[in-house]
């Protein structure tokens, strides 16, 4: 058994895990966001979950297991029924006499061992492990849906009184009808989502071609395949996922939106669905919206010291407009609710127009976009102005009116923030005058213009150092000097990345604010090339530079950055 030494934070301290302004960060982050300091620590990135957990059973005079390194038998396994293990999201390990000794992440869940000596009528002891090992454990010890078990689901269709096969053709079909006699998929479809939100996916894309359905997540923004089902499951797949999403089922030809609420553990998520009528039937990508990422402070995205500080200046003045730009996927919205969600005081009132409301923010006026009844972007705006607020978001700047309202409000005393797709910070200017705003609006109302890409992290549990080739640092324009101070690392691959050697992403941030020059050059028109050569003489560091600066601080890869950043430059 460890030895207790007082509180885990503590722990963590004495240990150099963690310091004591990062606990500081972590019990604001747990006050506002109701979780744990624990999860906290670990959702900023200021310790590794297996090292809160280890501190956690020091703290409680408890074993830490690394399920990597024990196997439980089969025959232990089974004394506890996987339902219960998913439910709890506890692992059995061994019998001890009288007693069972069970795998948890949380020492003082008190309510959950109660439960479980009830259900499984005997005594529990309990060890320690991260809560996402202990889910993945129990993913290899219990199986997930493979073929077979499809096949299984599919027969009992076709045991029902309905032809499943044939309900999307079948208008009206009531909820309660199709949950009688669909449990297979709604277990697939479910175990689908958990599997999803357990792997860490940002969407879920079920596409059906000729021979087959393929199902894909997006892990840390790289698409990774799933077994899928077969392919006469789809009719009933789709037709599952429409029902909870409130889609009309019997309509194959259009495409459809909706949404969907789901419960998986202890935590909400929101689902964005799209179905998108193919050659081969209806593709489905479900978008997994967590609330919980949302969360962040600013100054947890990957910002720089310096940029953190332009970025605050940008944030705190009363009017002008703050662009974010970037590819869908790149962490705009995370960005701009981060910002909101610190600008957000009982004396400041917040407007959204949003297209659609991704996150509900506590506290902040959201409106969403209807284009059914002409409730545009360029007409919330007109509305939301007379109510006088102090900021304004507009989802995103994608026509002239749309820009011309926003600058509009920036010019009448109100602080706009906005999005555009460009690919870096100088080109958002040329953009919004090829959108017909004139150059002169452009140069007086924009304050500030931030560009973002997100990029993978090295996996903290198999990141090991090495030395990059010369020609690797001479592409990456790393000079000799550089290179001798820098700690440059990679993943090997393991169970925590799934063998991929990453881990989570952050963002790589390229902040242009408007100086004298910049707006002289916005007033003439000039060409994205002059704009960028004057932001980068001011001191902009581009989005590759940025990247680089996190190689050099071994956060993550070259290869990662070229893949990310370099094809933006020029």
Not at 19 to 45: P, W, Y
Not at 114 to 126: M, P, Q, S, T
Not at 191 to 218: C, G, K, M, N, W
């Amino acid at each position: 058994m460890a030895t207790s030494m007082g509180d885990f934070a503590e722990i963590l301290i004495r240990q150099g895990t963690i310091s004591a302004e990062q606990l500081a960060d972590a019990e604001k982050m747990a006050g506002e966001s109701g979780i744990k300091v624990g999860d906290a620590l670990v959702r900023l990135g200021y310790a590794a979950a297996d090292e809160v957990t280890r501190a956690l059973a020091q703290e409680h005079d408890l074993d830490f297991i690394n399920l990597d390194e024990v196997v439980i038998p089969p025959s232990v396994v089974e004394l506890v029924p996987e339902s219960v293990a998913r439910e709890n999201a506890i692992l059995p390990m061994a019998e001890e006499e009288d007693a069972l000794r069970v795998i948890v992440s949380d020492p003082l869940d008190l309510d959950t061992f109660e439960k479980l000596r009830f259900i499984l009528n005997r005594k529990v002891e309990i060890a320690l492990a991260p809560r996402e090992n202990i889910l993945e454990a129990i993913n290899r010890y219990y199986g997930q849906i493979d073929a077979e078990s499809a096949d299984s689901m599919l027969q009992e269709f076709t045991d029902t009184a309905i032809d499943f096969t044939q309900t999307e053709d079948m208008d009206g079909m009531e909820d309660e009808t199709v949950d009688e006699t669909s449990a297979p998929i709604v277990r697939l479809v479910h175990l689908t989502i958990t599997e999803a939100v357990q792997l860490r996916a940002s969407d879920i894309h079920i596409e059906p071609f000729e021979d087959r359905v393929r199902i894909r997540y997006r892990i840390d923004g790289i698409l990774i395949e799933r077994d899928s089902p077969p392919l006469r499951l789809l009719g009933a797949l789709i037709s599952r996922i429409k029902i909870l999403a409130k889609m009309d089922i019997a309509e194959r030809r259009r495409p459809q939106d909706g949404r969907i609420k789901i419960t998986v553990g202890d935590k909400e998520f929101d689902l964005r669905v799209s179905v998108l009528p193919t050659n081969h039937g209806q593709t489905v990508v479900m978008r997994l919206l967590d609330k919980d990422s949302i969360r962040v402070g600013v100054r947890q995205l990957g910002m720089s010291e310096e940029n953190f500080r332009i970025y605050q200046g940008l944030t705190s003045r009363p009017n002008g407009i703050v662009l974010i730009t970037g590819p869908t996927g790149s962490g705009k919205t995370t960005t701009l609710y981060a910002t909101l969600n610190e600008l957000n005081r009982p004396d400041v009132k917040i407007i959204t127009a949003e297209d659609p409301v991704e996150y509900y923010l506590k506290g902040i006026n959201q409106v969403e976009v209807r284009h059914e009844i002409g409730l545009d972007f360029a007409r919330i705006i007109r509305a939301m102005l007379r109510q006088a607020p102090e900021i304004i978001l507009v989802g995103e700047m994608r026509d002239s009116e749309t820009a011309q309202m926003g600058i509009q409000a920036s010019l009448t005393g109100h602080l706009v923030f906005s999005t555009l797709h460009t690919n870096d910070a100088p080109s958002a200017i040329t953009r919004l005058i090829d959108m017909g705003v004139a150059p002169y609006l452009v140069a007086s109302s924009i304050t500030g213009i931030m560009a973002q890409r997100l990029l993978r992290v090295i996996c903290t549990k198999c990141k090991q150092p090495y030395t990059p080739q010369p020609a690797e640092l001479e592409a990456a324009g790393i000079s000799p000097k550089a290179a001798e101070t820098a700690t440059f690392m990679r993943g090997k691959g393991c169970g925590n990345c799934q063998g991929t050697g990453y881990r989570g992403r952050l963002a790589i941030i390229e902040l242009m604010p408007m100086s004298a020059k910049i707006r002289e050059l916005a007033f003439i028109g000039a060409p994205t090339q002059d704009i960028r050569r004057a932001a980068v003489a001011d001191g902009m560091k581009t989005l590759f530079e940025d990247g680089i600066l996190k190689v050099l601080k071994g956060l993550t890869t070259l290869e990662e950055v070229f893949r990310v950043a370099k094809q933006v430059e020029g």
